[in-house]
């Protein structure tokens, strides 16, 4: 698979709501996140840590709607967009906007760099 | 001014359709652009070759309408989504939808790296 074809993979399954599917198919075990805020997940290192993160982004904000649209690509990258309609706990319900940028090697996605 | 600061602000006058004054103001003499398609204007070095660029696009391409969307920030650098409604010379109405992804070193824009 090239690049597009990866990326409009990965889009379409979360898009889909199955974005448990999406990094199991396509985060490299050595994949890192890049969050712009700093804290706890600020960075992660290696597939554990990632999937660390998302069970605790999941345990702690309550997901109503998401909408996914892209993918955009340019080399052995591409980015979507994300707007999440969720309620943190103890919080307002709120929509979060964000770009990501995803880095692929070996057919694998090994960085995701969060822009909001 | 901090990047976002500067993302705003770049954002605002490109959505105002005031792109010259913009990348007057903040493309570095250094600025390097890269489309992810191969051609004349595939990698541009330094503010003269970009500027070339965009008089060849300007040129080229009768543009009817310009929304953008952003800024969306992490670290130095920070994204914006571009639509662009527009008749290529001798084509056919189109709209060009894409994210640049800006790096912003000593307050100026030295990479445009465009996502379509």
Redesign the interface.
């Known amino acids: 698979m090239d690049i597009r074809e990866i990326a409009e993979d990965f889009a379409r399954l979360c898009a889909e709501g199955r974005v448990q599917e999406a990094v199991r198919t396509y985060w490299s075990p050595d994949i890192a996140t ?3 805020v700093p804290g706890e997940w600020a960075e992660t290192r290696g597939i554990e840590q990632a999937m660390a993160k998302m069970t605790w982004w999941r345990e702690n904000h309550e997901i109503h709607e998401i909408d996914v649209e ?6 052995n ?3 979507l ?1 994300w707007e999440i309609e969720m309620t943190p706990k103890d919080g307002e319900t709120e929509d979060l ?3 990501v ?1 995803y880095t692929v090697e070996d057919g694998k996605i090994v960085e995701e ?4």
Not at 70 to 75: D, E, Q, R, S
Not at 113 to 116: A, D, K, M, P, V
């Open positions: 890049f969050e712009p892209g993918p955009w690509v340019n080399g990258q591409f980015t967009y906007e964000e770009i940028l760099r969060y822009f909001y």
